[in-house]
């Protein structure tokens, strides 16, 4: 008897996503991204308060980042911009092990010492309905969200939330698949076919520009090309290639349980253009990212 399908587990997903990240340029994708643009992102966060130590301050929030190395990266181009400036981080984050991932980090980084950092082990929506309830609305110069509107349940309103935490002059940075992705692709055709996820949500970057225009916020759109090498997925047996299968479907072992037609045609469409190119034998995928950067 074949298992039904069934989504990954927060668990399981950590592993999934770890086989995406090791044959994936996501990391290259945001490293260029932090050299061409953010530079002048920081410089446009003018607000020094002086805080009770009487440094100048920043606060940053951080929401559901799988990438904590991104982040530190982002916070190390604040530094570098402001000069002196103490910087005062907030991550909110469910998954303990992420939270954990994090925190090594950070304590194996010596160049921190003007960082503070304030972990909420909380979705998005728990952190957003703490705040209300204390009445403690915190005003934040840089707020960012990689890769985790995927996994709110009320995206516009959560937008709107943390777009009313910023500070005068402050930013906020939403990191989304892009149109271009072999994801909008995918999903478009297949998401009925697979299990629903612990979001509900697939959305790439023009679900977010719409909601942004919605709420009559000004915001710019840049585009980075990132490909994902999926080769192994079509290799019969290969462990890898199934972690990345479950990754793409967001299912517990999807070749081992989902029906042999769907397994063919979803293996079929992830060759097509629209998905895929070709390079060297090898099939790349595309994972482009949009970066989406709204004012205050």
Not at 6 to 26: G, N
Not at 140 to 161: A, C, G, S, W
Not at 275 to 285: H, K, L, P
């Amino acid at each position: 008897v074949i298992p039904s399908m069934r989504s990954l587990t927060a668990e399981e997903y950590v592993e999934a996503f770890k086989s995406f990240l090791d044959h994936s340029t996501e990391h290259q994708c945001m490293d260029e991204f932090n050299k061409e643009q953010m530079p002048n992102i920081a410089a446009g966060i003018t607000r020094l308060c002086l805080s009770t130590s009487h440094k100048a301050e920043h606060a940053s929030l951080l929401l559901g980042d799988f990438l904590a190395g991104a982040d530190l990266k982002m916070i190390r181009i604040l530094q570098a911009v402001h000069p002196g400036v103490f910087i005062d981080n907030e991550i909110v984050e469910p998954n303990p092990q992420h939270v954990a991932a994090y925190k090594e980090l950070v304590n194996q980084a010596p160049d921190l010492q003007n960082v503070s950092f304030i972990w909420h082990q909380l979705t998005s929506l728990e952190y957003e309905q703490q705040v209300k309830e204390k009445g403690t609305h915190k005003k934040f110069d840089f707020i960012h969200m990689i890769q985790m509107l995927y996994r709110v349940e009320d995206i516009p309103n959560t937008i709107k939330f943390f777009h009313s935490c910023l500070d005068h002059h402050g930013k906020l940075l939403i990191i989304i698949l892009s149109d271009s992705s072999g994801w909008a692709s995918l999903w478009k055709k297949y998401r009925d076919c697979l299990p629903a996820t612990d979001s509900g949500h697939y959305i790439t970057s023009s679900g977010i520009t719409e909601v942004l225009q919605r709420l009559g916020v000004e915001h710019r759109v840049y585009e980075f090309p990132s490909g994902w090498d999926i080769t192994e997925c079509f290799i019969e047996g290969d462990a890898v290639g199934g972690r990345m299968m479950d990754f793409l479907t967001g299912t517990k072992n999807f070749l081992g349980t989902a029906p042999p037609a769907l397994r063919r045609r979803l293996q079929e469409a992830l060759c097509q253009p629209e998905c895929s190119s070709t390079r060297d034998g090898r099939v790349i995928f595309s994972n482009n990212l949009s970066m989406i950067v709204v004012e205050s």
